[in-house]
């Protein structure tokens, strides 16, 4: 096994989907940005949820707009619904794991706010119930997904923002999250502060 040549494929790979979905994805991202902007200017807040590397990520964005991303501003009313052991735990315990996410959506979401939903395959039932909460509470909703969208995809309503990235690799989809996720956070602080 050449393990050299192994990692370098992936790079590769990595390199060459973001470069492939760049110009397709570029104007989701940024009604997704916008959407969110508008959202924080009404005094309104960035909700987010995925499972496993997406929980992480949801954390990673709402850390990003919570403290900084690459300039100083002031702090941005976002958090992860993935953090709090004893809320998920209780929901999962008492209900069922499909609502650990939308009953803190319909406790804390309002119409103003966002809920940035993620999903890899676009079916995480926990992440479809999260956004069908969000649409009760008339909250926009922003879905990153992939593998064509899953059922996510046929959920969405004319106020939300589908962010698709054309792959089947669960890998690659979590590496163009990313990215998608660094890139609105930029455009967020260029719509707040400006372009430099």
Sequence with gaps: MDLISRITRHFNESAQLKQAVAQELAAPIAMAAEKMVQSLLSDGKILACGNGGSAADAQHFTAELLNRFEVERPPLAAFALTT???????????YHFD????????ALGHGRDVLLAISTSGNSPNVLSAAQAA????????????KGGGKMA???NGNDVHICVASDSTARIQEVHALVLHCLCDAIDCLLLGAE
């Design 84 to 94: 709090d052991s004893s809320t998920l735990t209780s929901i999962a315990n008492d």
């Design 99 to 106: 609502e650990v996410f939308a009953k803190q959506v319909k």
């Design 135 to 146: 649409h009760e509470r008339e909250m926009a909703v922003v879905a990153l997904t992939g």
């Design 154 to 156: 046929m959920l969405l």
